[in-house]
Structures are given as C-alpha cells and as structure tokens.
Nanobody, 124 residues
Framework: QVQLVESGGGLVQAGGSLRLSCAASGRTFSSYVMGWFRQAPGKEREFVAA????????NYADSVKGRFTISRDNAKNTVYLQMNSLKPEDTAVYYCAASSWVVLTTTSVRYEYWGQGTQVTVSS
C-alpha cells in the first residue's frame, strides 16, 4: 500500500509558476513509476507527466511539453511537478499517482495508487 499526499497548488496569474509536490509513504517509493494527471471541470482526467523508477526517463503530454518538468527524489520519497509559463487552460485538480508497471506508462488505469488532488487555478 502507498499513500500519496499532494501539496503546492494554488492561484497564480497566467505566465506564473507553481511547484507541486507529492509525498509518498508506505512501500518502497523507488519501486514505482510516478505520474501526474489532471482533471478540469467537465473533462476527463488526462495524463500530464511521468517518470520512471530510477532511470529518470520522463514523458510529457504535448500540451505541457517545454513548460512542465517532473522530477523525483527517492531519498525523500517525493515527486515534483515544476510548472512554468502557466496558462488558464492548465486550471485543474492535479493528481499524483503511483504505478507498479516496469516501464513508464501514461495510462491512468495502470496506476494503482492516487493522491487526493490539489487545485491549480490560473487566472488570465
């Protein structure tokens, strides 16, 4: 079992930055591929970014490529999402998730554990 707690969300103006954190407890953090997803009102949950267990390979949705950076610190059991050049369309609840898949995956059903989410609101 893995417990995930996100933090760092808030209200920011367009063009600003936020850094989300996700602290994990429970089983070995480094055993999991970690991902960030988001869900805007009235929309499906969508993939944002993911990072492999130790190799540090990353993958990003096209909509955030070049603006967002995912990273992890296995010693601190934490994964981060640095979000720069934020746009109003980035407004959503952001979720951290953990997957026991061996390879990096962008599919939400392959993530077994989820945090409660943190709200990010970008004003124009």
């Amino acid at each position: 079992q893995v417990q995930l707690v996100e933090s760092g969300g808030g209200l920011v103006q367009a063009g600003g930055s936020l850094r989300l954190s996700c602290a994990a407890s429970g089983r070995t953090f480094s055993s999991y591929v970690m991902g960030w997803f988001r869900q805007a009102p009235g929309k499906e949950r969508e993939f944002v970014a993911a990072i492999t267990r130790t190799v540090r390979t990353t993958n990003y949705a096209d909509s955030v490529k070049g603006r967002f950076t995912i990273s992890r610190d296995n010693a601190k059991n934490t994964v981060y999402l640095q979000m720069n050049s934020l746009k109003p369309e980035d407004t959503a609840v952001y979720y951290c998730a953990a997957s026991s898949w061996v390879v990096l995956t962008t599919t939400s059903v392959r993530y077994e554990y989820w945090g409660q989410g943190t709200q990010v609101t970008v004003s124009s």
